[in-house]
């Protein structure tokens, strides 16, 4: 999930991630938050409103960089990674990220086209 704590449909997702993130909880799975937010403390007081229990990060100043890397020119960006590190789908909201997560540990993959999922650079972790 890509993210900013100043995008209001960012934090309209929110709400799906967390449902999603319980009915998965204790099964084959991973969510990771990447903020592209400019300042941490913006990011810091974010978590704390939206309590949201999964892994964070922030890659201050280095939002353009990432959407390039991850093909994408708005947010909220969600990606589903299949077990291999490859992304099985991308900029899915609401319903279609349970499905697709579904998909996933049932056995599908991604589409040998799809690039890998890369994270690097300069990030900062953080968790609620």
């Known amino acids: 999930d890509f993210w900013a ?13 967390k449902e999603y993130y ?7 799975v991973a969510f990771l938050s990447v903020s592209i937010d400019a300042k941490e403390d913006q ?4 978590m704390s409103e939206e309590n949201m229990p999964w892994d964070q990060a922030i890659v201050p100043n280095a939002g353009k960089e990432v959407m390039e890397l991850y093909q994408f020119s708005g947010i909220p960006f969600i990606l589903v990674i299949d077990k291999e590190g490859n992304i099985y789908k991308k900029n899915v909201r609401g319903e279609a990220i349970k499905t697709a997560v579904q998909e996933v540990l049932d056995g599908k993959t991604a589409s040998p086209a799809q690039p890998k999922s890369v994270i690097g650079g300069s990030m900062m972790m953080g968790s609620m």
Do not use: M, N, T, V
């Not at 100043?6 to 929110?14: A, F, L, S, V």
């Not at 319980?22 to 084959?28: M, P, S, T, Y």
């Open 5 to 17: 704590s100043w995008c209001g449909p960012c934090r309209q997702e929110i709400p799906h991630l």
């Open 22 to 28: 319980e009915a998965f909880k204790g099964q084959d």
């Open 43 to 46: 990011w810091k007081k974010a």
